[in-house]
Nanobody, 130 residues
Framework: QLQFVESGGALVQPGGSLRLSCVVS????????IGWFRQAPGKEREGVSC????????FYADSVKGRFTMSRDNAKNTIYLQMNNLKPEDTAVYYC???????????????????????WGQGTQVTVSS
């Protein structure tokens, strides 16, 4: 059974940094595209970053390019999101999700149908405020 446990969220000042972790169970990471997503109050869930066998360095939403870096440790079945130069608009609950990598449909889904990466865990709250 696919499960995600996210951690690392906190209250941080603008310009600060955080590192989120997500332990994935129930799948082998090599066969899946794994993404970070976020949902702010009153807004829809949106893709933040995604990593796969095809995109080993990941691809990112324009709003976080150059500030966020995603990585994974297959041995630990864990993915990470290093977030630097955080902005108030980064405030949201952050979730990780997975979608089978075969066929490449995950690229379209990441930007247009993020719920295809569900089911979702409890998420971790990131608040950027002074």
């Amino acid at each position: 059974q696919l499960q995600f446990v996210e951690s690392g969220g906190a209250l941080v000042q603008p310009g600060g940094s955080l590192r989120l972790s997500c332990v994935v169970s129930g799948v082998a990471l090599d066969n899946y595209a794994i993404g970070w997503f976020r949902q702010a109050p009153g807004k829809e869930r949106e893709g933040v970053s995604c990593i796969s066998g095809e995109y080993r360095s990941g691809f990112y939403a324009d709003s976080v390019k150059g500030r966020f870096t995603m990585s994974r440790d297959n041995a630990k079945n864990t993915i990470y999101l290093q977030m630097n130069n955080l902005k108030p608009e980064d405030t949201a609950v952050y979730y990780c999700g997975a979608m089978e990598a075969a066929g490449g449909r995950y690229y379209y889904a990441f930007f247009n149908v993020p719920n295809a990466f569900g089911p979702w865990g409890q998420g971790t709250q990131v608040t950027v405020s002074s």
